[in-house]
């Protein structure tokens, strides 16, 4: 008998999948022939299945909505951004790699920063000053010094309702430790990163989803570094929200506002209307994205 769920969780070749009909979780394989297709299935996925035997198989994978490669993990409404102050230290780089790989693939970022507990005063409020441009642009940021405030923490909750939202960012970031906070059943396993490099061992080693307040929550393994090779130079301007706001006034069609006459985003920028450190981080972009075309 044909069923339809969501695969919430993959562990060495098998997948449990939400049965939406009995509403409990079954244990499934892959049919041979995805791996013949070369398709993947991964968490998120909308699948249909059978479940008379001893052990279900997956039949069908579903159209997929989007899909991210760094996490794994399909059919995403909303991603929380999970971004340390220190240890690992704050990423402007990182961050906006990390949005615009999120804007292109139409899933809604969330900005939370973490352990600015470990900052200064000052260090704490330069921060705050380096993440202006992020409401610049809309993002909902929250960068509370204490990562783990009651009434921050019940505004996050609020945005999960209906959605499908993934915890993402670098590894060591605090992402587990904050799902916890939110469900302190959940137990989910935490570390120290490693001090010496100042970088993760990632301690999350898979994508699962969980049932959070009204919503599907994914926690994630860290990455410490993405790629922009999805992305065109076309496309990247696109995917800065507060370019986006001034664009239609440039002079040029498809300006990409590095060097064009009668540009409004750099207008905007010498109004600082757009954070200059944004800005910096997009020409440094267009340049690798141009730098991996000369490779192929
Ligand atoms: N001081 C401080 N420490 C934190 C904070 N958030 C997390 N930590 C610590 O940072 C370390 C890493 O946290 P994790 O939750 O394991 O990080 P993660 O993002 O899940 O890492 P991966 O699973 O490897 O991707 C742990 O020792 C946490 O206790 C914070 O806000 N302040
Ligand atoms: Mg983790
Ligand atoms: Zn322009």
Do not use: W
């Not at 909750?157 to 670098?170: H, I, L, N, R």
């Amino acid at each position: 008998m044909e069923k339809t769920g969501r695969i919430i969780k993959s562990i060495s070749g098998f997948y449990d999948v939400f049965d939406n009909e009995s509403e409990t979780i079954i244990r499934t394989r892959a049919r041979g022939n995805f791996r013949k297709r070369k398709i993947k299935p991964v968490v998120g996925d909308k699948v249909t299945f059978d479940a008379t035997g001893d052990l279900g198989y997956i039949l069908e994978i579903l159209p997929r909505e989007n899909s991210l490669v760094r996490p794994p993990i399909a059919n995403v409404d909303q991603a929380i951004v999970v971004t340390s102050s220190a240890q690992p230290n704050f990423s402007s780089n990182l961050l906006d790699k990390i949005l615009i790989n999120l804007e292109h693939n139409k899933i809604e970022p969330v900005i939370y920063l973490t352990k600015a507990d470990l900052l200064t005063d000052e260090q704490y409020q330069q921060l705050k000053k380096d993440l202006l441009g992020y409401h610049q642009a809309d993002y909902l940021v929250f960068d509370d010094r204490d990562s783990y405030n009651d009434e921050q923490i019940a505004k996050l909750e609020e945005t999960f309702a209906d959605k499908v939202t993934v915890f993402t960012g670098q590894s060591g970031a605090g992402k587990s430790t904050l799902l916890n906070h939110i469900d302190t059943e959940l137990g989910l396993a935490t570390a120290e990163i490693s001090q010496t490099l100042n970088r993760g061992k990632h301690t999350t080693r898979q994508v699962s989803l969980f049932n959070i307040a009204d919503g599907l929550v994914a926690d994630t393994p860290g990455f410490s570094s993405i790629d922009l090779m999805d992305i065109s130079a076309e496309e990247l301007p696109t995917l800065y929200p507060e370019f986006l706001d001034y664009s239609g006034g440039c002079q040029f069609r498809g300006c990409r506002h590095v060097n064009e006459p009668g540009c409004a985003v750099k207008e905007a920028l010498s109004e600082g209307k757009i954070m200059q450190s944004r800005y910096d981080n997009y020409l440094y972009f267009l340049n690798e994205i141009n730098s991996y075309k000369k490779r192929y």
